[in-house]
């Protein structure tokens, strides 16, 4: 019984490690009909400054750009957001490969949105800055359903209802909330993520977000998982984890300042014992993170020479952040309308519309 156990728990960590070290890319872009626009005219100029500002920008501003270049009517107004989670490596890197996808993609269009993984980018010659927009949509669901639905949509609405408030209270720098609940079968889980741009208000965010779920159904009702990705906002859950709940980024917190010294000896020298065995946790938790981190990136390299030996070329891709290939990986997945996931294949499909 004790090595079963043992053994159980072996397999469940594995599972756990597996479902971690899944990342999947997307990239989806709309190109707006809303008038195009020839190479050396205005318009083409001001849009190409402002994706080298973008690409430049020195602000972080918890992952949301606010872009403006010359005047009306060859005005361009960009909004870039990143996921809440991300951390500004990934968000700029993300907006980088995005201006790059949508000048391929969109090339002589004045508006376009590319949604990926990890941020969004809309440009246009209209004012975003502040208005709410929840068309056009993108949706997304994972092909495989509930095996109760009913269970699954009775975890799950409360949780979109909840994360919808907690995004929309969020505040002026960061309108976002990401968050579990357990799922009706055993050991299952449910992870959902919701954002809005963060100059929105607190209504406009909601109701962007309304909107979002309103959008689920036909198509999400039954699926164990789904994106809405709107304008302004997104909705998504899936079966898995996909958002980090550590190490990210926070608006500005109220400051915590340490208690006064105490007037005696013994107050300073119990703070000092205090600071060094923080330091000291730190130290230990830190360095176990460092190993557990390069234990994981050896796995994950290992995985994936063994990956890319086989046919399916789109998980090896998939598993790793990696720019260069994005595209490639990309524009097959677009060319087929699927979606691939790292780690267990889960197939999307886009809502045909
Ligand atoms: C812009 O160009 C696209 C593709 O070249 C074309 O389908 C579309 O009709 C054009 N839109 C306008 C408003 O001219
Ligand atoms: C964002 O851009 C708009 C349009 O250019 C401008 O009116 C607004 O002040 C900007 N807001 C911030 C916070 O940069
Ligand atoms: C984004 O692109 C700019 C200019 O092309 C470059 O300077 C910058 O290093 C890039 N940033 C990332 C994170 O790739
Ligand atoms: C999911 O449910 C829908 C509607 O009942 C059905 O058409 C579809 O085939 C199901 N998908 C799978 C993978 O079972
Ligand atoms: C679910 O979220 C809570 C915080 O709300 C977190 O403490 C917990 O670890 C999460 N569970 C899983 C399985 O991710």
């Avoid at 990401?178 to 009706?184: I, R, S």
């Amino acid at each position: 019984m004790g090595s079963s156990e043992l053994f159980l728990i072996l397999l469940f960590s594995v599972f756990l490690i597996t479902l971690i070290s899944a990342k999947d890319l997307y990239f989806e872009a709309t190109c707006v009909n809303n008038g195009n626009f020839t190479a050396n005219s205005i318009y083409g100029t001001n849009l190409n400054l402002l994706f080298s500002q973008l690409s430049t920008t020195a602000d972080f501003n918890y992952g949301f750009y606010n872009l403006s270049v010359g005047r009306s009517p060859d005005q361009v107004n960009a909004i870039g957001l990143c996921r809440g989670d991300q951390k500004e490596d990934v968000c700029r890197s993300c907006l980088n490969d995005s201006i790059s996808e949508l000048k391929q993609r969109c090339p002589k269009y004045k508006e376009a949105i590319g949604w990926s993984e990890f941020c969004t980018l809309h440009y246009s010659s209209q004012q975003l800055f502040g208005s709410m927009k929840s068309e056009p949509e993108q949706i997304f669901y994972n092909k495989y359903n509930a095996s109760d639905v009913d269970g699954f949509n009775r975890a799950l609405r409360p949780l979109l209802t909840n994360l919808r408030s907690r995004a929309a209270a969020g505040g002026p720098f960061l309108k976002y909330a990401a968050d579990n609940t357990t799922g009706p079968t055993f050991l299952s889980v449910i992870y959902a993520l919701e954002q809005c741009t963060p100059e929105l208000s607190q209504k406009d965010c909601s109701d962007c977000l309304t909107t979002a779920m309103g959008k689920m159904d036909p198509y999400c009702t039954r699926s164990i998982g789904c994106r809405i990705l709107q304008p302004s906002c997104n909705l998504r859950y899936e079966t898995r984890p996909f958002f980090a709940v550590e190490g990210i980024p926070q608006p500005p917190p109220p400051l915590s300042l340490p208690s006064p010294p105490e007037g005696n000896g013994n107050g300073n020298r119990s703070n000092k014992t205090r600071i060094i065995i923080i330091v000291v946790v730190a130290s230990v938790v830190g360095i176990l993170s460092l190993v557990l981190c390069i234990w994981i990136c050896l796995k994950l390299r290992k995985r994936r020479e063994i990956i890319e030996k086989g046919d399916e070329m789109i998980k090896a891709e998939s598993l790793q952040y990696d720019l260069a290939t994005i595209r490639t990986a990309t524009n097959n997945f677009s060319d087929e309308n699927k979606l691939g996931e790292g780690g267990f294949g889960a197939v999307y499909k886009k809502l045909q519309k």
